[in-house]
């Protein structure tokens, strides 16, 4: 078997040595010794090192790695696939909870962003009077209702879109996009959209905006493992324009 030193298999494979010598130390890249005591190497450290790389790039730990590594040296491929796909499932279900909450946390920013510039501008301090400095709404603890004027909200606000002629027809260009071949289902007030999970920082960020321009429509996402729920409730008098949006519910 060809054998290489440490520098030539940096070299090829693009790993430092330093890191080299750190796998050796965590288990994961064996190496053999020369009599005066070099690391040397053979051909499958390049294999071994591209599978850990790939590993690595699916986000999972060193301890998960050396225990995949294991399953993948008893030579099934079948055993691998099925070892890492509940993996990567969970990385996948952390990473879109992740989205969701950046694309919220981007829409606060929006409205902070926006509340700021309608300010208007004073020669004195800054103190509640200037609305920039107005106590936020207390938060309620997760999983409880908001308090039932910030949770109706929607109901109240005026049955009107901002948004005219080539603006609106983009927007609803993008959400017929969005939730293209969506499964449809009648839900209270208004619609249920199921759709692939991978769409919800799409449909996230376009329902921010929505509600920048409409607030008269309530949205609601549930991530279910691999399918997202999306309900749109719109008050009686805008159903017409939830339908022309998002085209009408399955019956």
Known sequence: MTSMRISRLAERSGVPATTLRFYEGEGLLPAGRTPAGYRVYGEDALERLAFIGAAKHLGLSLEEIGELLRVW??????????DLRPRIAARLAGAEARAVELAAFTASLHGALAHLD???????????????????????????RAGEQEAERWRTAPVACSLTGEDLRERTARWREAVGGASRAEAPE??????????????????????????????RLHL???????????????RTLLADLFGPAAH
């Not at 309608?118 to 409880?144: I, T, Y």
């Not at 199921?194 to 949205?219: G, K, M, N, S, Y």
């Not at 493992?225 to 008098?237: M, S, T, Y």
Request: proline share 12%.
């Open 73 to 82: 040296e008893a030579g099934a491929c079948r055993d691998v696939k099925a």
């Open 118 to 144: 309608a300010l208007p501008d004073r020669a004195g301090r800054c103190d509640p009077e200037c609305g920039f400095l107005a106590p936020a709404p207390p938060r309620e603890a997760p999983g409880r």
């Open 224 to 238: 279910d493992g691999p399918v997202l729920h999306l309900e749109v409730r719109a008050p009686a008098e805008g």
């Open 190 to 219: 208004g619609l249920r959209l199921t759709l692939p999970a991978d769409r919800v920082v799409r449909i996230a960020e376009l329902a921010a905006a929505e509600q920048r321009c409409c607030p008269f429509f309530d949205f």
